[in-house]
C-alpha cells in the first residue's frame, strides 16, 4: 500500500473501501462512510450495488491501466523486475489472477486481455502472450 493509503474492492460483495496508511477501511460509493475499522461494526456495501459500480468503468483500457496502477501502488516495480529474471508468475502469480479475475468482471470477456497486457507492457514492460487475460 502507498503511503497515500489505497481503494479496494471486496470480491465478495463488490463493496469499494479506502484504507488508510494506518490500515483503517472506510467504506466508499452508495453509503456514507463509516470511519469505522473494518470488523468494528462497519458493513459492507449491499450486492444489488455491484451493477451500478461496475457500469461506471466500461473502457478495458481505461480499466487495465487502472488496475495496474492499483497493482503498481502496491508493487513498486517488483512485477517488472522478476519479469526480466523469467520469475513472473512464480512470484507474482496470485496478484496476476486476481487482476485478470477483476479486469473481467469489470469489462467482462468479450474484449479479451489486450488491454491488460498492454498496460503491463506499459508500466514494467512484461510482454505477455496473447491468450493472456482474455
Known sequence: ??????????????GVFAVAPDGTVHELG??????????????????AAAPAIAATVEDPDQVARALVGELASRAGDAPGEAFARGRLFSEWGPALGELIDEYRRRVGSAPGGAALRAALRERWGIDLPDGFGG
Open 1 to 14: 500500500m502507498g503511503p497515500a493509503g489505497a481503494h479496494v474492492r471486496c470480491p465478495s460483495c463488490r
Open 30 to 47: 452508495g453509503s456514507p462512510a463509516s470511519g469505522a475499522p473494518r470488523g468494528a461494526g462497519a458493513e459492507p456495501a449491499a450486492p
